[in-house]
């Protein structure tokens, strides 16, 4: 079945630091791809996603993409910020963007 | 504009107990689905729901089953508890196309004992 491995954490950056969280999927077909983060005592936000081959999603200084032929989503920000610290995870989903199937997330610490 | 609610926010039950667990999607949304996320792990599909009716369900026992409401609104009930059902519970709402992005609420803490 569908399935998606992250980098297990944590990462610990300095502020302004270059991040990046490698994600990598299998499916079966051309799924729709997701960042999500998920801050500490909240539910999950969606942060990009991106829907076919060599799309970009981005979104508040992050970027990632679609890269099909390395079946890859990594996660990049150029600098980081102290609020950023969160748990990241990425994401696929084969029906539009429902019935999401998760990695197991990446906590993110940055220091100042 | 209230976001996706969940009630209670944390319970704890006993092995072989019941319980329900309730939200209220965002304003707006008539679709809710549900996950689970244990500790240290990405959150998994349960089921959806989509006119009252369960649209789509992950790899879950029939001891999980969910309710839809005319407003919308969505419970999850699980039978027999175990150890394992300690987990986060996650709510999600969305519109009811495919490519309408999930907005999920801030999740419901079980502990089983």
């Known amino acids: 079945g569908d399935s998606v491995t992250q980098m297990e954490g944590p990462v610990t950056l300095s502020e302004e630091a270059f991040l990046t969280i490698n994600c990598t999927y299998t499916?079966?077909?051309?799924?729709?791809l997701f960042w999500y983060v998920q801050y500490p005592g909240e539910g999950l936000q969606l942060l990009l996603k991106?829907?076919?081959?060599?799309d970009k999603g981005s979104n508040k200084g992050f970027e990632a993409t679609y890269r099909k032929e390395t079946t890859s989503f990594h996660l990049e920000k150029g600098s980081v910020q102290v609020s950023d610290s969160a748990v990241y995870f990425c994401a696929l989903s084969d029906q539009g963007f429902q019935k999401l199937v998760f990695g197991t997330g990446t906590r993110l610490l940055v220091s100042p | 504009d209230a976001g996706v609610t969940q009630s209670p926010t944390h319970l704890i039950k006993t092995r072989g107990q019941q319980v329900t667990l309730r939200c209220s999607p965002k304003?707006?949304?008539?679709?809710v689905s549900w996950y689970q996320q244990a500790l240290g792990q990405g959150p998994q599909f349960i089921f959806q729901y989509y006119e009252e009716e369960e649209r789509q369900r992950g790899n879950f026992p029939d001891r999980f089953s969910g309710h839809q409401f005319p407003n919308y609104s969505s419970e999850l009930n699980v039978n027999a508890l175990l150890l394992g059902d300690s987990a986060l519970y996650l709510c999600a709402s969305s519109r009811g196309q495919v490519e309408s992005p999930l907005h999920f609420g801030n999740g419901t803490r079980l502990t089983v004992t």
């Open positions: 304003s707006g949304h008539d679709t």
């Open positions: 991106a829907t076919k081959a060599d």
């Open positions: 499916a079966t077909g051309y799924p729709s």
